[in-house]
Nanobody
Framework: QVQLVESGGGLVQAGDSLRLSCAAS????????MGWFRQAPGKEREFVGG????????YYADSVKGRFTMSRDNAKNTVYLQMNKLKPEDTAVYYC???????????????????WGQGTQVTVSS
């Protein structure tokens, strides 16, 4: 059974940093694209960042580029999202996701990600 468990969310002030973790079991993070998405109240879930399986190349939404960084620890089967210079508009529930397909670079569409965590709340106050 696949489980993705996020942690690290919280309440911070604008300009602060947070690191989210996503511990995976039942799937191997190095064999598929892993992504982070977020959903703010009243808004659709949106792509934040992705990490390719093959060479660990990262790609991000324009809104977070230069501030957020994804990484992974293969030994711990865990992916991370380092968030710097947080803004109030970053407030959302953040979800870790694993692509359905192994060994494929799937892009940004939520529909390509079949495995989801329960989410962790990030709140940034101004």
């Amino acid at each position: 059974q696949v489980q993705l468990v996020e942690s690290g969310g919280g309440l911070v002030q604008a300009g602060d940093s947070l690191r989210l973790s996503c511990a995976a079991s039942g799937l191997t993070v190095s064999k598929r694209v892993m992504g982070w998405f977020r959903q703010a109240p009243g808004k659709e879930r949106e792509f934040v960042g992705g990490l390719t399986w093959s060479d660990g190349i990262t790609y991000y939404a324009d809104s977070v580029k230069g501030r957020f960084t994804m990484s992974r620890d293969n030994a711990k089967n865990t992916v991370y999202l380092q968030m710097n210079k947080l803004k109030p508009e970053d407030t959302a529930v953040y979800y870790c996701a694993g692509a359905l397909d192994l060994y494929s670079n799937v892009g940004r569409a939520p529909s390509a990600f079949g495995y989801w965590g329960q989410g962790t709340q990030v709140t940034v106050s101004s």
